[in-house]
């Protein structure tokens, strides 16, 4: 989905200096917090109000750029926290990416800090195809790490319970890349993958993407662009969501499952939803791989019990769904809630 940058951003005040602790957490990092949280919106109105083209309340002073920092208006000092870095996809922007996983919309509920950022290049995925916005290393992993950063020193790294990477599509690629990196292997406790790659792959649909400009299907996918999923080298929860419409079938076993010694996968019951998601791809909706207008919805919830430490390795199927549209609420809180229940503690035992 491709949203164009507006120029004029969210008013901010001066970037104050980095408080010791959180106290009643009503400015932290410089950024004050409000209820409801800024720049959100829902449904036809995200495409025509100008809110997704905002680009944050929060400032990464390395770099001059702006993200999104939510977090709970009443938070206690040195109540713990789960951290959530939320990436966006390719051809999209941090503010779409905050509606279709909104976990903001459960910080208060489950004691969240979401920073959603937006990458800074615009470049083919494919050669002879247009240039879209995507994360790329040398651009953006500085400013990925500046963020983290900003977020352990203002909410202390003995109170964040939980490290999670979140993706979509190409962001959900760049958190495999970046999970085991020197910088976030002890760190992050857990990768969420939005139809960015599953490990032990669910192979897309040979006509994944999305539809031409007549509205009819791309042409098949190269073979090498059909990406396998790879098998990282640290250790990790990970859940894995995908639309049913964009994968050829779902694996019955994961080796990510095998490594921790989990048990064989049980399905949990079905979430169903009468609520849409906040977004969709406006431009492009109707071929039903690449997704429709947001709606009602069933998922199926397939969880690998008794792993090792605990550890969380799950995958959600969303009937009758695509690749772009934005996670019914209670989809949403599902995922929010085994991610707050999967083990962490990365962070605090780095501190020690």
């Known amino acids: 989905m491709k ?9 901010l005040g001066a970037v104050a200096a980095l408080s010791a602790g959180p106290a009643m957490a009503k400015d932290v990092a410089g950024v004050a917090c409000a209820n409801p949280p800024p720049a959100r919106c829902s449904g036809a109105e995200c495409a025509t109000g100008g809110a997704l083209a905002e680009l944050g309340n929060a400032l990464d002073a390395k ?3 702006k993200f999104f920092l939510d977090y709970p208006c009443d938070l206690k000092p040195d109540e713990k926290v789960v951290f959530v870095l939320n990436l966006h996809g390719a051809g999209s922007i941090g503010n ?4 279709y996983f909104p976990a903001v919309d459960h910080k208060d509920k489950h004691r969240l800090v979401v920073a959603t950022p ?10 002879g195809l247009p240039a879209v916005r995507r994360w790329d290393a040398a651009a953006d992993d500085a400013h990925l790490q500046n963020i983290s950063d900003m977020v352990i020193e203002a909410f202390g790294a003995n109170n964040i319970a939980a490290f999670w990477l ?20 002890d760190k992050v406790d857990g990768w969420l993958s939005l139809s960015g790659g599953r490990i ?25 662009a059909r990406l396998p999923g790879a ?15 964009e994968i050829e079938n779902l694996p019955e076993t994961s080796p990510w499952a095998q490594k921790y010694g989990c048990d064989a996968r049980v399905r949990r019951e079905d979430i169903v939803d009468q609520r849409p998601g906040h977004v969709w791809d406006y431009q492009r909706a109707g071929y039903k791989v690449w997704g429709t207008t947001a709606r009602p919805g069933t998922a199926e919830v397939y969880v690998y019990p008794n792993c090792d430490g605990g550890r969380l390795v799950a995958d959600v199927v969303r009937k009758d769904k695509g690749h772009t549209e934005g996670l019914e ?7 929010v809630a085994m991610m707050v229940e999967a083990p962490g503690g990365k962070l605090a035992a780095s501190a020690k």
């Open 3 to 11: 949203t164009k940058v507006k120029t004029g951003l969210l008013a």
């Open 166 to 185: 979140a993706g979509h599509s190409q962001g959900g690629f760049t958190s495999s890349r970046i999970v085991c990196s020197d910088y976030f292997k």
């Open 231 to 245: 098998t990282p080298a640290c250790d990790f929860s990970h859940i894995f969501a995908i639309g049913e419409y």
């Open 96 to 99: 779409w990416q905050r509606h």
């Open 118 to 127: 937006t990458a800074a290049t615009e470049q083919a995925m494919i050669p």
């Open 329 to 335: 609420p209670k989809v949403a809180e599902a995922i």
């Open 63 to 65: 770099t001059g750029r």
């Open 200 to 224: 032990g792959q669910a192979p897309f649909v040979a006509a994944f993407g999305p539809p031409k400009a007549d509205g009819s299907p791309p042409d098949p996918r190269p073979a090498g």
